[in-house]
T-cell receptor, first 113, second 113 residues
Framework: DGGITQSPKYLFRKEGQNVTLSCEQNLNHDAMYWYRQDPGQGLRLIYYSQIVNDFQKGDIAEGYSVSREKKESFPLTVTSAQKNPTAFYLC????????????FGPGTRLTVL | KQEVTQIPAALSVPEGENLVLNCSFTDSAIYNLQWFRQDPGKGLTSLLLIQSSQREQTSGRLNASLDKSSGRSTLYIAASQPGDSATYLCAVRPGNYGQNFVFGPGTRLSVLP
């Protein structure tokens, strides 16, 4: 089945640690995205990548980093510089061409202990 | 800057009712608009995507309409069921293709048996 997978489903981080969230897609999409979702708020864009080996900052990139070495993979690292990282993180990819339809993974819930 | 709002924030209806969810956006120059469903603790599932040249899209009991000139979209759910209970989000893609999606905060729907 085609889709987007994220791992782990739950992640706990101690203060001062860096953690990496995995996102993999087999939809053959060029564009991939990372969003953060907090209770009662809409999704906020962290980083996006339109093509392999290229990525751009979104609205709330501070304290996060990404890489895009393969078309299928777009991992997100939450660094110790991110002061309030507890949130639900969603990875997405989108079709190119006329539709630009966006598809989402199941999410990773990150909690800082 | 494009902003997206959704009213109401929450809605409870008895099973079997027809209902309408609203999405408003501030800039009418959009490429497309997508409606999503999100169950608690899960990722987003795409329901309908409307291109800027279209007026509506239908899938089963769902019908989404788009009025770009007034900056509004509605999601109509016919004969609601308890399984429709979820948060519904809309997202617009600004008219300059390549710009990223802007999400509304969502409407939390409860359908009571």
């Amino acid at each position: 089945d085609g889709g987007i997978t994220q791992s782990p489903k739950y992640l706990f981080r101690k203060e001062g640690q860096n953690v990496t969230l995995s996102c993999e897609q087999n939809l053959n999409h060029d564009a991939m995205y990372w969003y953060r979702q907090d209770p009662g708020q809409g999704l906020r864009l962290i980083y996006y990548s339109q093509i392999v080996n290229d990525f751009q900052k979104g609205d709330i990139a501070e304290g996060y980093s990404v890489s895009r070495e393969k078309k299928e993979s777009f991992p997100l690292t939450v660094t110790s510089a991110q002061k309030n990282p507890t949130a639900f993180y969603l990875c997405a990819s989108s079709e190119s061409g006329d539709t630009g339809k966006q598809f989402f993974g199941p999410g990773t819930r990150l909690t800082v202990l | 800057k494009q902003e997206v709002t959704q009213i109401p924030a929450a809605l409870s209806v008895p099973e079997g009712e027809n209902l309408v969810l609203n999405c408003s956006f501030t800039d009418s120059a959009i490429y497309n608009l997508q409606w999503f469903r999100q169950d608690p603790g899960k990722g987003l599932t795409s329901l309908l995507l409307i291109q800027s040249s279209q007026r509506e899209q239908t899938s089963g009991r769902l019908n989404a309409s788009l009025d770009k000139s007034s900056g509004r979209s509605t999601l109509y759910i016919a004969a609601s069921q308890p399984g429709d209970s979820a948060t519904y989000l809309c997202a617009v893609r600004p008219g300059n293709y390549g710009q990223n999606f802007v999400f509304g905060p969502g409407t939390r729907l409860s359908v009571l048996p």
